[in-house]
């Protein structure tokens, strides 16, 4: 029995890791993208992330308050991934994109300013108290996995994030879109004397950044709930995971959020005091070892 | 290659009034303004060593906060472990910790510029962050460890005297003198052959290495620079606070030691402290006019970015001869 019982466990520390890797890749992804497409490291990512979050949390509640049937619930989750895309919309034509011709100091000063103001912007709007959207969580009830009840919800968060990868990846790689913002990712100058709209595609590929982290706080909010100071850690950990997988490159995204998905599962579990500085420390040796991370391209 | 005569001579004529306005002021302005001015002071170091590396060297660090940190840690667990509260003691374990830490983070950090450099000092920054918050049992965790009010130079706080008379008066003065040789010596590094080299290294690495220069043993040197500086911040910071917690090893506060000295304008000497200055004001008078402060602080930097991206000092410095030939 007692074989069995750690198989059990296992699975639910690897289901555990998979839930933190599918987030975590949402909101990578989407700063890897950024900075593939725009050579810009952009600090207020994560606070795109925690717009998401609340901006679902606050649609689910008042759903709820109406009493919605459970199932419309569900069409709510987009909200937060399109409030945090047309929020990217908004921001890159008017603050980032007077400052591409100039030192990439300024580039990230910029958006770590960006960063304040959003930080604030979410205590304004949503109040200082966290947001909940537990209601989500419960419609799904739980399965159990031999004696331990797992939540179903947790499954829903990494099929969504399953989606999304694939849905990405068939973006990036088949469509004319892909060609585009490939094309421009590795040669700007090139593409734009080839006749890419240049400005054109730095919007669309920073709105599509802003998409995935936006629906990175939604997917995972009902299971967490959104609380003030969630971008900031989220961002960090983003850092962690494409310094690893290799900025600019969504493979090592995905392989960078799995890494250290699994890492924090089990730091969390085995070893809660070291596991965040585990994570940074691997971060750093990824770096010194292999800057461009262990999928990105050589620098 | 030493500084002009006539640059010298003119860096003198404006430090010298500016030192005595320091002196005097605590004779005029109340004591809780004298401890503001303090912290500003403080401030003010440690971005005049952070700008070593950015304005000087042409590395952005993120990771600042680290030696900050160790400085003001370093004077927690001389008090907490040793049961010492002399403040030449506290300077000396500050400066040695921040030492060490900025030539271990350093050595692994000069083999990258650019985004890598901030990269790296930041994840470098952020293990101390999550060890000082996760050992709670040796560091306090978030709440942090208290530091009592130092004896300086051997001579304790007068029995009874109010915390806050001796740190707007004695430990005012203490500070400033530490300041005003911070920053005479910060003058004489950048000025001398090694600044210049820093600065050849700035404007052309590729060149700098063809004449000879050993370009990552130039940059770990003023990494480690930098870092004791910055780490002497943290040190006489925290006597003044009467706390440390986790927040100031935090990457967060590596940006506002970067906020300081864009404020002020990092192609300039004298930037980096009129920023670490002002911020304080900034932020002090943010923080007690709206809880909002940080979007405050967000909306003046995304300004200073995009409209004076010279900072204070560095706008005065382009608008001073405009005006003269104006009049």
Redesign the interface.
Known sequence: MGHVRAVDDLLVHLLNALLYASVLFLIAGGLSLIYGVMRI?N?AHGNLYAVGAYATAWAVGRALGSGQPSLTLYLLLPVGAITAAALGAILEPT?LR??YK?A???Q???T??????????L??IFGPYPLSASGLYETVGSLSIGDSVYPGYNLVVVVVGGIAAAALWALIYKTKFGVILRATSQDMRMASALGVNVNRVYMQAFTLGCFMAGLGGAIIVPEQGAVLGMG?DAL?LA??VV?IGG?GSLEGALLGALMVGIVREFGIAFF??????IL??M??VV??IR?AGLLGRP? | MSPSIASRKRALFCAVPIGVVLFFLPLVIAPYQVTLLAYGLIFAIAALGFNLLLGYTGLLSFGHSAYFGMGAYAVAFVVKYLNITSMEVFLLGGTLASATIAALFGFLCVRYTRIFFGILTMALSQVLWSLAFKFYWFTGGSDGLRVPTPSLLGVAIPEGQDKMIFLAHRYYYYVLVIFLVGVAVMWIIVHSPFGKTLQAIRDNETRAEFVGVQVWRYRWIAFVVSGIYTGLAGTLWVPLNGLTTPDILHWTFSGKIVFFTVLGGFQTFVGPIIGGVVYNYLETYAVGYTVYWQMVLGVVLVLLVLILPAGIAGTAGRLVPKLRRAA
């Open positions: 490291v600090l603050l007077p400052l100039r990439e100091e300024y990230l000063l910029i770590f300013g960006l960063l304040l103001i959003l930080e604030d912007l205590r304004l900031v960090i850092f962690v310094v900025l809660p005091e070291v596991e965040l500085a940074y420390f971060a750093a770096l010194l800057p620098v």
